[in-house]
């Protein structure tokens, strides 16, 4: 089931809910054809509108224009009745000036506000995306979290670090999960245990093909998250 983002009053991002929950935003009133949303697998953000095939609003999609019956001939235009010449009589140009003054405040009002908001969109959507990528480094943590609790088990029976094909310990490619392709579990340098989580997202290039380190201190039992991804994608806690 995909999960879908969306824009409250695109600016603020709501999210991660199913699309279910979209279409019974937009039918309470809650959300417009024109919000933004977004789901993985789109490149950028589309209004509602856009995807409304897909979420089951059909009320959304544009009907078909009428087609006159083949062979119908089309309707004449309405014949004019052109008035008998008339002397000229000559008219009195209304004021126009203050509605002139009135369209152009607006029009530049208008275009004040266009900027504005095309800036904040700009500004939001990096920052959303930054967000979505945390999220995914965070949610391997938290598939990785019984791993370092038999890590830290295994050193205190048996006073050294594991390593793959160990009792307990598989393979780097059995570890393979939901954003992991293989975890090497070994010794790290100091004399520290732990493993290396190699990331697995085609979809998300910034993260696709990276590695997650996690150390295990022994003499402290303390761990540390550490990675080459950049810092600005990482959760708070694994960044250098």
């Not at 929950?21 to 977004?38: E, P, Y």
């Not at 900027?115 to 965070?138: D, K, N």
């Amino acid at each position: 089931m995909n999960q879908w983002f969306y824009a409250e009053g695109n600016r603020e991002r709501r999210g991660p809910v199913s699309g279910e929950d979209v279409a019974a935003l937009f039918r309470s009133g809650q959300l417009s054809a024109d919000t933004l949303v977004w789901r993985e697998g789109i490149t950028d953000w589309q209004p509602l509108r856009n995807v409304a095939d897909e979420l089951g609003l059909h009320e959304l999609t544009p009907r078909p224009s009428a087609v006159f019956p083949a062979g119908a001939p089309p309707l004449p235009p309405p014949l004019q009745t052109l008035p008998r010449s008339r002397p000229a009589i000559p008219m009195r140009k209304p004021a126009t000036s203050g509605w002139v003054v009135f369209g152009a405040i607006a029009a530049v009002v208008g275009v004040a506000l266009l900027t504005i908001g095309g800036l904040l969109a700009a500004l939001a959507i990096p920052s959303y995306q930054q967000y979505v990528l945390r999220s995914r480094v965070a949610a391997v943590q938290t598939q990785l979290a019984p791993l370092k609790a038999e890590v830290a088990d295994f050193v205190m029976r048996n006073e050294r670090c594991p390593n793959n094909g160990d009792e307990g310990f598989g393979n780097p490619e059995s570890y393979a999960a939901d954003g992991i392709a293989q975890v090497y579990v070994g010794d790290f340098e100091g004399g520290h245990c732990g493993f290396e989580a190699r990331l697995h997202m085609p979809e998300q290039q910034l993260l696709d093909g990276k590695s997650l380190w996690l150390d295990y201190d022994t003499q402290a039992a303390t761990w540390e998250c550490s990675s080459d991804v950049a810092d600005k994608h990482l959760p708070p806690g694994c960044r250098g």
